[in-house]
């Protein structure tokens, strides 16, 4: 009897998780077959008309004549790469300094970085554009990377990874004759090797869906990101939501490929932060 109801658990679950998943997948989908049909089925309300009567690929070929997608994905590409450099950098060498070593101050640093993850990044916006502004960076990819170069995610996620690690690893090294940055770099480092994959993900995810910050960053079309040539084909008054799914479509080429590529380290990397997307 217990055998049974084990199994009847565990296949009740399984039906669940079968469900769910087809719940996930139901607007990727939507999102291929609306780029697929023409406007008047794709502004249809009938809720019955799922596939297009005839499948179509003008909104592809219209979308890549209008859309030069090379330059958005290099510029994508370029600001996922140097964001991911340049926050597992520093926030690995805070996380280090803020969860072992011992200074004057460090808990105040500590408190500032949980304020600035309590605070809104809206509210960094302006003294963020207004810095750009004065360096003349306007349209630039420094100005995509800018507001990554340091992350209080990372840090506080790099910190937690540090002071998990045992004591005995310093003393270990000084003993060993290892000064603060030879102990940072040929111990604690690769130790924390889990945690760098981690951050390198959430922040290389973050960077692909920010939307926000580009737009207001660079206007010009040869500096713009995917999410903010996205955002641009919206109209004020209507939509051509063929084309738009359609440029959604081959913009997210790139990150289901890279998932493919490197999906045993994002499952790593999420369970090791405990985190979610």
């Avoid at 592809?60 to 859309?67: H, K, M, Q, R, W």
């Avoid at 990819?141 to 002071?163: C, E, N, S």
């Amino acid at each position: 009897m217990k055998l049974q109801t084990t199994k009847f658990y565990a296949i009740f679950g399984h039906v669940l998780l079968v469900i769910f998943s087809i719940i996930m997948l139901v607007p990727f989908l939507w999102m291929i077959l609306t780029s697929f049909k023409s406007l008047t089925e794709s502004t249809s309300v009938n809720p019955f008309v799922i596939l297009p009567t005839v499948w179509q690929t003008d909104a592809f070929n219209a979308v890549i004549n209008n859309i030069n997608f090379i330059i958005l994905y290099k510029n994508t590409l370029l600001m996922i790469f140097w964001r991911v450099v340049c926050a597992v950098l520093t926030s690995t060498m805070a996380g280090y300094a803020l969860g072992r070593l011992n200074f004057k101050g460090r808990d105040l640093i500590f408190y500032l970085v949980l304020f600035q993850m309590m605070v809104p990044v809206q509210i960094f916006v302006i003294p963020q554009y207004v810095m750009i502004s004065k360096l003349n960076a306007n349209n630039t990819m420094f100005a995509l990377v800018f507001p990554g170069l340091v992350t209080a995610f990372g840090t506080f996620l790099q910190r937690q990874a540090y002071m998990a690690l045992p004591k005995d690893l310093d003393e270990a090294a000084r003993l060993d004759g290892c000064n603060i940055p030879q102990t940072f770099f040929y111990v604690m480092a690769p130790l924390t090797r889990s945690a760098m994959v981690a951050l390198g993900i959430f922040t290389a995810l973050f960077a692909y869906k920010d939307l926000m910050w580009p737009m207001i960053v660079n206007s010009s079309p040869d500096a713009m990101t995917l999410a903010a040539a996205l955002a641009k084909m919206q109209g004020q008054y209507a939509v051509n939501f063929p084309e738009l799914m359609a440029a959604s479509l081959i913009a997210s080429i790139p990150m289901i490929i890279i998932y493919l590529i490197f999906q045993k380290q994002f499952i790593q990397g999420i369970a090791t932060s405990g985190g979610k997307l």
